[in-house]
């Protein structure tokens, strides 16, 4: 069974930063989009940002010029670097994969969410 594994989280002081990682557990043959969701108590799961297969990114406009999401391809990981980081960023943070190819296809895998807290 695929399973999505992230590292990086932890406590920084506003205008911090961090680097997340999530790695794919084994080797799979294609995957889509490769994306970080976020989670604050009390709220919805909401979209980080995203990176396609073709690299096109995505970014909600509240992290635009402060995080920068990444891709390695042949090793199934991806990246969120967070720069100047503020207190609204605390949350936890899902790593995601829409679709990807094992034996078959599986669709919408999730990591176990990895907490990032910002305060001084």
């Known amino acids: 069974q695929v399973q999505l594994v992230e590292s990086g989280g932890g406590l920084v002081q506003p205008g911090g930063s961090l680097r997340l990682s999530c790695a794919a557990s084994?080797?799979?043959?294609?995957?889509?989009?490769m994306g970080w969701y976020r989670q604050a108590p009390g709220k919805e799961r909401e979209l980080v940002a995203e990176?396609?297969?073709?690299?096109?990114?995505n970014y909600r406009d509240s992290v635009k010029g402060r995080f920068t999401i990444s891709r390695n391809y042949a090793e199934n990981t991806v990246y969120l670097q967070m720069n100047n980081l503020k207190p609204e960023d605390t949350a936890v943070y899902y790593c995601?994969?829409?679709?990807?190819?094992?034996?078959?296809?599986?669709?919408?895998?999730w990591g176990q969410g990895t907490q990032v807290t910002v305060s001084s």
């Open positions: 995601h994969i829409d679709k990807y190819y094992y034996d078959d296809y599986y669709y919408d895998l």
């Open positions: 084994r080797s799979i043959r294609r995957i889509d989009t």
């Open positions: 990176i396609t297969s073709g690299a096109r990114t």
